[in-house]
């Protein structure tokens, strides 16, 4: 396959995850922005989620002040914010346009129906839209465009640079929605265990769509810990960093075998999933959880970088 057509797909499906990732971000600053502000004037849940996508400047800079209205259309509908899900669905749509003929009908037509549907939302009065329509509308478009490569895709080289690049974004996704929670939106220490605390832990699981998976698994009970088990180490969750790392190795094996051979990008993926796989919570905690996700996320994003240095670049691989 071409290095370019393997890009585009990779891209496809990172902007995709992306997508969904931002409309989770969004409906988690909506649940928590609808609870009332008991702790003592502190109110940053916009200004947490905005940090975390690394585009707070950007907001402030175009908006000013942090209004509610405002970082909700950032995060749904504005082009000039890359990691909008507009944005997110535009750039999907045209990587897939590239090469289309890679992908199958199935594949093409849900990708650009969603493209159309977003452009008929763009269109209508934005006081009519409210927030859990347009996260509920952006995760039912992932999924379907999800379960059509799942369905119609072949199991061939182009399938694998799509999961690949599901898996990478998704991790490091998971890992920001965490250190989000834990180490940003909790105003002091003094509120762990509180019903603030609780609130917004349970929030995280169903923006994650994982609160009935985390009470099948853990029993309902909730703690700091047993959550960033799950979302760190538990590969049961498909959206666990281990699981994602588990999934990346996967896909990557299949290339070196479809190429015939081993690659760097391998290497680092194994290493990185050596390291979650023999991880345990308390020395998460030990080295710090927002160290650790930031560590996890510049090795996520190192791997990411392997892989491209590796396929998407060059020429035929």
Not at 58 to 66: H, S
Not at 207 to 227: F, K, M, T, V
Request: proline share 2%.
């Amino acid at each position: 396959m071409l290095s370019r057509t393997a890009a585009n797909l990779f891209w496809m499906a990172r902007y995709l995850e992306r997508s969904e990732t931002t409309a989770r971000l969004l409906d988690l600053g909506f649940r928590n922005a609808l609870l009332p502000n008991a702790g003592g004037g502190f109110r940053n849940e916009w200004s947490a989620i905005l940090q975390s996508k690394g585009t707070l400047q950007q907001f402030t800079d175009k908006y000013g002040d942090l209004v509610q209205r405002n970082a909700e259309s950032f995060l749904f509908f504005d082009l000039e914010n890359p990691s909008s899900v507009a944005s997110c669905i535009t750039a999907a749509r045209e990587n897939a346009r590239i090469v289309r003929t890679a992908l199958t009908s199935q594949v093409w037509d849900a990708i650009n129906v969603s493209y159309q549907e977003l452009k008929a939302l763009t269109r209508r009065e934005r006081s009519s839209l409210e927030v859990p329509e347009l996260t509920d509308w952006t995760l039912r478009t992932a999924a379907l465009i999800r379960g059509a490569i799942e369905t119609t895709q072949l199991r061939n080289d182009g399938y694998r640079f799509m999961n690949l690049g599901y898996a990478v974004e998704r991790a490091d996704n998971t890992a920001r929605l965490l250190d989000v929670k834990y180490y940003v939106l909790l105003p002091s220490v003094a509120y762990v265990g509180s019903g603030l605390d609780n609130y917004q832990w349970t929030t995280l699981l169903r923006a994650l769509s994982a609160h009935r998976a985390y009470n099948w698994a853990y029993g309902g009970e909730l703690s700091a810990a047993q959550i960033a088990h799950f979302l760190i180490l538990n590969p049961k969750f498909p959206r666990s960093l281990l699981s994602c790392s588990i999934e990346a190795n996967e896909h990557l094996d299949h290339l070196g075998r479809i190429y015939g051979r081993s690659s760097p990008a391998q290497e680092a993926a194994r290493k990185l999933l050596g390291e979650l796989a023999e991880a345990r919570i308390e020395d998460v905690f030990d080295e710090g959880l927002h160290e650790f996700l930031t560590r996890m996320i510049s090795e996520n994003a190192g791997l990411g970088q392997c892989i491209s240095d590796q396929y998407l670049t060059g020429e035929a691989r």
